[in-house]
């Protein structure tokens, strides 16, 4: 029994540490410029991610903040995990010109990658 409840600590302690390996590189950024107004592709994104097919995805609770005096829209992705509540991504969008956007996203790799390619596609599908 003694060593049974060793390996379990050992096993417990190691995925402790890959999980917080894991969290050091799931730090995502990325910043640039898109076609399109920015409460339509954020309202898009929104609309693309909550009826994605992956659970990690769908299951976030996206909040819009429109601002039509600074011409802004930013995305806020929230989720629970066995940690607790955590900010999934966070996604700007600012008017730059009457056609033109400029991208501010940080967050989670996976989720932010995701919205990402959502962004894309409704800069596609909207133009």
């Known amino acids: ?18 999980l917080g390996d894991m969290k050091k ?4 950024a990325y910043s640039g410029e898109i076609q399109g107004d920015h409460f339509v592709l ?9 009826t994605n097919k992956k ?5 976030l609770k996206y909040k819009i903040k429109a601002d039509p005096n600074k011409m802004k829209s930013q995305i ?4 629970v995990n066995l940690f607790g509540p955590f900010n ?3 996604l700007e969008l600012n008017k730059i010109s009457p056609l033109i956007s400029r991208i501010k996203l940080t967050g989670v790799k996976l989720e932010s990658e995701e919205a990402l ?5 409704c800069a596609e599908n909207n133009s």
Request: a positive charge; proline letters at 0%.
């Open 1 to 18: 029994m003694k060593i049974l409840n060793v390996i379990l600590v050992v096993i417990i302690l190691s995925s402790c540490t890959s």
């Open 25 to 28: 590189h799931t730090n995502y």
């Open 42 to 50: 954020a309202r898009c994104v929104i609309d693309t991610m909550e």
């Open 55 to 59: 659970w990690q995805l769908n299951s």
């Open 76 to 79: 806020i992705a929230s989720g």
């Open 88 to 90: 999934a991504f966070t």
């Open 117 to 121: 390619k959502s962004l894309k596609k």
